[in-house]
């Protein structure tokens, strides 16, 4: 009899860029977690899950593989021959923000327990270079914090089923930089700003007064309709060519009225089509 199969959720990347976030995220969401597994194990432990209720697993592989390292992208493909959807995560982060994180924390890197921090991330960099080619989804974490990574990385692995690629939109503010995980990015600064109405400058896109300043233009609606269609007829396409997320970023100069609105109203409009939409107004906390 042939065991079911499994979904297989391969977290790996640079340390200090969020592993540990990631995985307890997906512990909390039902996952089967292991950190640390020797890749060589996997295909042993799908075989030990095969007679249990574990249909959902994620495992960490990392730099901390050692000489074992170069033979995960032999491993994994032997798993997704066996029949199971293996999907690999891998956590990147600018070299500052390791830099400072590792500051922070005071901790030494794997790869340099002896020399710089920089010396270790250069050199995992080079270790995790085969295992970022074969990546399905890359993560930037440097503007993260623990909770938006959460969030990011439950939204990208509901267990919900889904006929089409995982969809996020995101809305965010210029100012604060574009979003290095956004796959299509539309500029909205071409819409009156309700920052300069002093009555809706204190409030967000939220805000049915907000909402109703940005969307009740006739120009907003026709931005909408074109961009809507646009993801209509790509995101299929997308799918098409192996992409199973896909991230609709939307910016105007602060992230709290315009784009925010804007993400809401496409959420709901392709809701209709695509099922559960993610959506995350980055900046909009932010002064």
Request: glycine fraction near 8%.
């Amino acid at each position: 009899m042939t065991a079911p199969a499994k979904q297989i959720i391969v977290i790996t990347g640079m340390s200090g860029s969020g592993k540990s976030t990631a995985i307890r995220a997906l512990e909390d969401a039902g996952f089967f977690c292991i950190d640390n597994l020797p890749v060589l194990l996997l295909p042993k432990l799908t075989e030990l899950a095969g007679g249990g209720n574990i249909e959902r697993m994620a495992l960490v592989v990392d730099v901390r593989e050692g000489v074992f390292l170069k033979d995960a992208p032999r491993v994994l493909d032997e798993v997704r021959r066996a029949g199971h959807q293996v999907d690999v995560l891998f956590l990147d982060s600018s070299d500052d923000s390791l830099l400072r994180r590792f500051s922070e924390t005071r901790r030494r890197h794997p790869l340099a327990p002896e020399g710089t921090v920089a010396e270790g991330i250069h050199a995992e960099r080079e270790a995790l270079k085969d295992l970022r080619e074969l990546a399905d989804q890359v993560i930037d974490s440097s503007a993260l914090n623990v909770h938006d990574l959460k969030r990011m990385v439950q939204g990208r692995f509901s267990p919900e089923p889904t006929t089409g690629p995982s969809l996020s939109i995101m809305s965010f503010g210029y100012r604060y930089g574009v979003p290095p995980q956004a796959d299509l990015v539309f500029d909205v600064r071409f819409l009156p700003n309700p920052y300069f109405v002093p009555e809706l400058k204190g409030l967000t896109g939220k805000n049915p007064k907000v909402a109703g300043y940005v969307l009740e233009r006739e120009e907003t609606q026709a931005f909408l309709e074109k961009v809507v269609d646009l993801c209509r007829f790509l995101f299929p396409r997308y799918q098409k060519e192996g992409k199973a997320y896909l991230t609709v970023a939307l910016g105007c100069t602060g992230g709290k009225h315009r784009s925010v609105a804007l993400a809401a109203e496409m959420v709901r409009r392709l809701s209709t089509d695509y099922g559960r939409v993610q959506l995350w107004d980055r900046d909009i906390e932010k002064e």
